[in-house]
Structures are given as C-alpha cells and as structure tokens.
C-alpha cells in the first residue's frame, strides 16, 4: 500500500500562473482533505470531501478550487497563483469524518510562487 | 479565539529522559477527538496517538501517552526515554464530532530537540 501519493512534490510558479496537485489514496478512504502549512503555524484545512461527490471549503479557501475525481483522488487548483500562496501542501484521507478517525497525510507539495 | 494552544515553540530535552508536551484545547462540543503527530525534518506528518473525549483511560503508543485532563481540556503528550529521532515538530489536533463537520484543527506546534 501506498497510502497517500502526492504530485509533483516541488513546483515553482509565476504570478498568475495555474497549476493542479493531485492527490490519491488507495485505502478506500471515504474522506479526503487538503491543507497548507505556512512556516511557524500549524495546517489549516482549504477544502474537504466528505464523500465522493461532494466537496466543501475549509478555514482558507479563497484561490483554490478541488475535485473529487472519484474515491481515489482529490485535486487541487490554484487558477491565478499568488505570492500568499507559498507554502507546503498537504493531502490528508480518513476512513470517514467522525471524531474518532485520524487522518493519513501524504507526503506534501512545496508550492513556490514568485 | 485559538482552540488548540500549544504554548512551547521549542524544548530541549537530554537522550533517555522523558519530555511533557503540552496542550490546551477550547471546544463545547461533548464529542470530540485529540490527536498528536510528528514532523520530523523529511516533512511528513505521522500520526502517533489519538484520545476520545468518552474514554476513561489515558491513551499510550508504545513510548507515547497522552495525559488527558478533561475539566481542565488539557491534552498533553508525554514522551518516555528519549531517542534522538524523537527530534521533530510536534502537533496537537483536534475534531470535533458535532460541530465541527470534518475540520480538524492544529496548533502551532512544538519543536522538540533531543541532546546527545
């Protein structure tokens, strides 16, 4: 098992550039999430999936947007990339939301924006 | 206001002596989970120990255990004989099983340097 893969794991970009992450999990995991992490803070949720089908925003959304593609794999898009938008991502699955479930990360994207 | 507080940016900590971690939480939420994971310098986060809001016992993994004090929603990490691959950052999380929907939320973490 991989667990969760993420790609690319680097990627440099222009203002104003676009860019997808992929993310995919194969423990069929019903819940997917992804995060960023800005030096000196913890994670902070951007989007999650709930379930295959739906999507919903988190604490930062503003600048992204996802797709549940199907069970495996949640993306993510930056349309118009930002300077604030330099940090680490990360792509996190969880059998399902509840309280009790912890959540598996991949290994992050570190996204440069110049 | 913050609902996970964890108030060491950084520890030091000698090799085979254990280390206290701390972490206070903020939730009116009955239900809820806390969880701690690492981060050593490679980037990943790992998962190390998860304590339910309903459970009676304090949590162990291994080398690991969470001392939990509801009344005082504190949820501390406690780390017995140090290794110097303990040496990483240290997340407190928490969810929130009514409230919060599928968010979890982290602290800001806790850098932990273990000494040779």
């Known amino acids: 098992n991989a667990g969760v893969t993420q790609t690319p794991k680097f990627q440099v970009l222009k203002t104003g550039q676009s860019m997808t992450l992929q993310c995919a999990q194969d423990?069929?995991?019903?819940?997917m999430y992804w995060y960023r992490q800005d030096p000196g803070m913890g994670l902070r949720l951007i989007y999650y999936?709930?379930?295959?089908?739906?999507?919903d925003k988190g604490e930062v959304p503003n600048g992204y947007n996802v797709s549940r593609l199907n069970k495996r794999e949640f993306s993510l898009r930056l349309e118009s990339a930002a300077p604030s938008q330099t940090s680490v991502y990360f792509c996190?699955?969880?059998?399902?939301?509840?309280?009790?479930?912890?959540?598996?990360f991949g290994p992050g994207t570190r996204l440069t924006v110049t | 206001a913050q609902k996970i507080t964890q108030t060491q940016p950084g520890m030091f900590v000698q090799e085979k002596e254990a280390v206290t971690l701390d972490c206070t939480y903020d939730?009116?939420?009955?239900?809820?989970?806390l969880f701690w994971y690492k981060q050593p310098s490679s980037g990943e986060m790992i998962f190390l120990i998860y304590q339910g809001s309903y459970d009676q016992q304090n949590a162990t993994e291994g080398r690991y255990s969470l001392n939990f004090q509801k009344a005082r929603k504190s949820a501390n990490l406690v780390i017995s004989a140090s290794q110097l691959g303990d040496s990483a950052m240290y997340f407190c999380a928490m969810r929130e099983g009514y409230t919060g929907g599928f968010k979890t939320i982290f602290g800001a973490g806790t850098r932990l340097f273990v000494k040779a």
């Open positions: 996190a699955s969880s059998e399902v939301g509840g309280a009790e479930y912890e959540q598996y």
């Open positions: 423990m069929n995991h019903n819940s």
């Open positions: 939730t009116s939420d009955p239900s809820y989970g």
């Open positions: 999936s709930a379930s295959e089908g739906t999507t």
